[in-house]
């Protein structure tokens, strides 16, 4: 579907509503991130699209876990080598991913930089990020989101009058969350914080890293991953509109994990898996 149209529409609307409250905006201070950025496929790596793009997902990413949570991870693996969904089943049943899955664009990213707020839309179930660049502190309390609560700085590192990297730092957050649909996860205590370097590649200006370092209390040591988009400006560019729920054949009762046929039955994924509970149906 091409939806350019609404996304586009929604970010004049959004830089017009900043521009007016902010006279001394001076967008040529910024880089120009306009266009559709779609993740950076190293090819030949099996499975989807992971946190470390250079590495393979899975136990491919060698993320530095401590055995508590490696357990964790290669029970998930396990899980789902026999069909289950692991630690990925809050995504799957269509609950937002949050950070940092939400950056993997599994499907396009727009930025939108506004004097007091530089957005990251996604057309996806996480729909948007909302970084605030305003100078603003810390509040007292954070509501607890899957995206995290995101402040920023634009940074301009070799003085030449223009803005070069903006850097964040995220947290505040609520979970379940993982790195990506592997299941690897983040600590049940949803105490991570997320420091973040965006910028534009020095030799290729339609290359932009994201170089993320996550703090977290599953992890051994901190653990940076840098994140590359590549933009295309083609007049066709696709901005899909994406439902989870909807054709979502994932079925989950109590604590199993079944799919819906094609069809229109309820069956296994798992060999030998035995049915729901029937007990409130009249048996023929």
Known sequence: MHHH???????????????????????ARYPDLQGHWARFVVRGLPGQ??????KPWGA?????????????????????????????????????????????????????VTPNTTYILIADVDHYRRIFTDGRDWPKEIEPSYQGYSIGRWIDEDGDGRYDVLEVETRGFKGPRSYDASGLPLHFDNQSVFKERI???????????????????????????????????????????Y?????????????????????GLLMPTRKDQPPPDLRYFQRK
Request: glycine share 8%.
């Open 5 to 27: 149209c609404l996304w586009g529409a929604l970010a004049a609307a959004v830089l017009a509503a900043s521009i007016g409250s902010a006279a001394a905006w001076d967008d």
């Open 49 to 54: 699209p992971s946190f470390d793009q250079a």
């Open 60 to 112: 491919g990413q060698q993320a530095p876990l401590t055995p508590e949570y490696r357990a964790i991870f290669e029970a998930s693996l396990a899980d789902q080598a026999k069909g289950g969904e692991g630690n990925y089943t809050g995504h799957a049943r269509c609950l937002a991913a949050g950070m940092p899955h939400m950056m993997v664009a599994f499907r396009p990213l727009e930025f939108i």
């Open 199 to 241: 910028h534009l590649d020095r030799s290729d200006p339609n290359v932009i890293h994201d170089e993320i370092t996550v703090i977290d209390h599953a992890l051994t040591r901190p653990w940076t991953v840098d994140k590359r988009y590549v933009r295309t400006r083609n007049l066709q560019e696709q901005w899909p509109e």
């Open 243 to 263: 439902i989870c729920a909807e054709g979502n054949l994932q079925v989950f009762i109590g604590d199993e994990h079944y799919f819906i046929s094609g069809d």
